[in-house]
């Protein structure tokens, strides 16, 4: 990831994930949740779109990621009133699946994901929280609600006759 990249991001929003990487790991419980309420608040949809993805953060960085999922999910799991019980190795387990899942998307698409079932965003059952509902239901949906909105924000236009995308460029030299 390039310096230039690393600096506008702290201008413009100094909490996000990928600049607590390096320092997460040294936080207490408090401070690490903390900072995932400080990376909630300052978010959306829209700012997931233009950050550096899991994948590009360096395996250097995995131990942050992974400790930062973990946070989140005890966070969440924490606001469910059916939640199951989660022994750590549960959540560690279920951390690994999200990195692993959301490789090519943000931390804080993964921090929002949580935020957005907590809120009962992505359907599913504001009561429980557990693995299953997790993957089948909130990964999908939240996965489904970015893919919209980049395709707004790259303004690709899906020809109803073979589903290929379309640039409005493309569309207009069809016809």
């Given amino acids: 990831m390039?310096?230039?990249l690393i600096k506008i991001q702290k201008e413009n929003l100094p909490c996000l994930a990928v600049n607590q990487i390096g320092l997460?790991?040294?936080?207490?419980?408090?401070?690490?949740?903390?900072?995932i309420i400080e990376i909630e608040r300052n978010i959306d949809l829209d700012?997931?779109?233009?950050?550096?993805?899991?994948?590009?953060?360096?395996?250097e960085s995995k131990k942050d990621?992974?400790?930062?999922?973990?946070?989140?999910?005890?966070?969440?799991?924490?606001?469910?009133?059916y939640a199951e019980k989660m022994e750590d190795y549960q959540i560690s387990m279920m951390a690994s699946d999200l990195y692993d899942k959301f490789s090519y998307n943000t931390v804080e698409d993964i921090i929002l994901m949580l935020r957005y079932a907590?809120?009962?965003?992505?359907?599913?059952?504001?009561?429980?929280?557990?693995?299953?509902?997790?993957?089948?239901?909130y990964v999908p949906k939240y996965l489904d609600m970015?893919?919209?909105?980049w395709e707004k924000e790259n303004e690709f236009i899906?020809?109803?006759t073979d589903d290929v995308p379309m640039t409005p460029e493309e569309k207009e030299n069809q016809q």
């Fill in 24 to 35: 997460f790991s040294n936080y207490d419980l408090p401070q690490q949740s903390k900072a």
């Fill in 2 to 4: 390039s310096s230039s």
């Fill in 47 to 59: 700012h997931t779109l233009n950050l550096p993805v899991i994948q590009r953060l360096g395996k």
């Fill in 118 to 137: 907590r809120q009962g965003k992505l359907g599913g059952s504001k009561l429980v929280f557990d693995n299953d509902t997790l993957f089948n239901i």
């Fill in 146 to 149: 970015k893919a919209e909105k």
């Fill in 158 to 160: 899906v020809d109803d």
């Fill in 65 to 81: 990621v992974l400790l930062m999922i973990e946070r989140a999910l005890r966070m969440t799991t924490s606001m469910f009133k």
